[in-house]
Every structure is written in structure tokens, then in C-alpha cells.
């Protein structure tokens, strides 16, 4: 418990210090994740929320659901299903039907992953493939870990997002954990790039 509120003390401090940065937005991203395990097939649902302009309107919301399996012993598949809202964009909504690869290498308690993820938008028919590399180190109570993930749009558009990440999953329970990062949001917007610093808090229970 004492790294949650250290953790939660430090996320507070970058709060207040980016808040003083008027340049670059601040969002704040909350998430509920659910997993259930059946030998090596998975079952999995998200809902998350994410807000912008320094926190304080919500830039968008989507739930999803999905099915996964262990093909090895490092690498695993999943398909689902998203639904998006975006009170930022004048209350638009876009369904997305995702494609996910997932490969783990593993040393110790060091290991290292890629991700490549498939985006379809089911209304307007357009996909982004995702790239994600991750890097974490597990202790008893907690995993920190560095993660960086880049958007690619395709048809002309080519970088469409950059993620960085800087975070922890800490053990609350033999079921769940509570996921705490930093991360520093780059997109381009009208031929410039802006930015934005997200704070995020997730919770992940495993059935």
C-alpha cells in the first residue's frame, strides 16, 4: 500500500507541475479491465474514460469486448470488438473490429514486448496499425515498466500518433492490480504537432 500512495503522491506532483504548462494539454485516462482464463483461451472487457482540456471535459469514452488464445508459450492472438464516443467531436460514435499479435521474451524478471495491433473503423471502413514495444521488470508487489507505441494510418497519412510511456502495475490482491503511468501524447494538428500529458489509473481483475 505504501507504494500505491507514493506512487499517487508522485502522479499528483506531475499533475500540478504540467498543469503550469498552458503549451501542452493534460488529460487524465481511468480504466476497468477484466480478464478470464480458460487453460490457453482468454475472455476480456475493457470500459475506459478519457478526459482533456487540463481534465476537465471529456474528450472520449469506448467499451470493448474480446477473445484471445495462447498459441506459444510467448506469443498469443485476440480479436474484439470497440465502441467509441467522442463528446468532443460533436457526440460522435465509430464501432472498431481489432486484430491483435502479441510476442513476449522473457529473462528473469526482465521481459520485453511487441505488439502489433490491427484497427478496422467499421463505419468508414479506414484502419490504423498500431506498433507497441514494452520493456518491464516484476517485483514481488510491483511491475514498472517503459512502453512506447506508434500509430500508423496508411493511405497518405502515414504517422498518425506517438505514445510514451512511464509506469507501474501494483499488486493489490492475487486477482488484480492497479496500473499508474505517465504518459506524453504527440499527434499532428493543422501541419504542426501538438502534445499532451496524460495521467492514467486502471484497474485489471483476473477471473
Request: hydrophobic content about 40%; some cysteine.
Amino acid at each position: 500500500m505504501k507504494r500505491i500512495f507514493l506512487f499517487i503522491a508522485i502522479l499528483f506532483a506531475a499533475c500540478t507541475a504540467l498543469r503550469a504548462q498552458s503549451e501542452s494539454d493534460l488529460g487524465l485516462w481511468s480504466s476497468i479491465h477484466v480478464n478470464k482464463g480458460w487453460s490457453d483461451a482468454y475472455a476480456f472487457a475493457r470500459v475506459e474514460h478519457r478526459s482533456y482540456e487540463q481534465m476537465s471535459a471529456t474528450d472520449c469514452w469506448f467499451a470493448l469486448a474480446g477473445v484471445g488464445y495462447k498459441l506459444t508459450d510467448w506469443l498469443k492472438a485476440d480479436l474484439s470488438c470497440e465502441h467509441w464516443e467522442l463528446p468532443s467531436s460533436g457526440d460522435a460514435s465509430f464501432h472498431k473490429a481489432v486484430a491483435c499479435v502479441n510476442g513476449t521474451l522473457k529473462s528473469g524478471a526482465l521481459a520485453v514486448s511487441v505488439r502489433e495491433k490491427y484497427e478496422l473503423k467499421l463505419d468508414s471502413l479506414t484502419g490504423t496499425m498500431r506498433t507497441r514495444l514494452r520493456a518491464q521488470y516484476g517485483f514481488s508487489a510491483c511491475t514498472p515498466y517503459v512502453m512506447y507505441e506508434f500509430f500508423n494510418g496508411f493511405s497518405g497519412k502515414g504517422w498518425v500518433r506517438s505514445l510514451h510511456y512511464f509506469g507501474t502495475e501494483i499488486k493489490v490482491s492475487k486477482h488484480s492490480t492497479v496500473d499508474l503511468f505517465y504518459m506524453y501524447n504527440l499527434y499532428p494538428t493543422g501541419g504542426a504537432t501538438a502534445s499532451c500529458h496524460v495521467l492514467g489509473a486502471g484497474y485489471v481483475l483476473s477471473l
